[in-house]
């Protein structure tokens, strides 16, 4: 921003708009019973918004600072490693989640797309948004917990 700026620029807000939008439509593919490669698989077809370069999708159990983790029973401790459902078998070899978990209802997740779109003089390469939040998977679908936060940007002089 130039020191005189107030707000970001119109296009950095529909960029914002647009960012919100994908997160919808992979929001839409989370269904009671699909595995993490099912609903990883399943995003890769969706048709990408005008101005969207490229995006995708990621989402994991909820970051370490939620301390504790029930899955069958047992409580884990924040010691205890909790790797994304699409995190891939081998790739965090202790985790107790992996891609092929089956997605449940009242699970919580770590909500992560990363999307790259076009922005008039931010170059061809675009601007990157990656918008994190914690969800929650219910019989209502994926609802988001704070989704007001991601609905403006935030500017820091």
Known sequence: MQSNEEDVPDDLKNALETVNQMQDLFAAEFRLGRTGKEIVASSKKIELLPGVIETELGFHPPPMFIRRFLLGGYMFSHKTYVAGMTSGPGY????IVT???ILYHNTLYAFE???R???GG???NG???GIGQIVVFSEGGLRYLNRPQNS????IK
Request: hydrophobic fraction near 30%; glycine fraction near 4%.
């Open 127 to 129: 601007v990157e948004i």
């Open 117 to 119: 779109i076009d922005v």
């Open 113 to 115: 797309p990363h999307t």
């Open 99 to 101: 891609n092929n978990h």
């Open 92 to 95: 965090y070899p202790t985790s």
């Open 122 to 124: 931010w170059g061809p």
């Open 152 to 155: 403006k940007w935030h500017i």
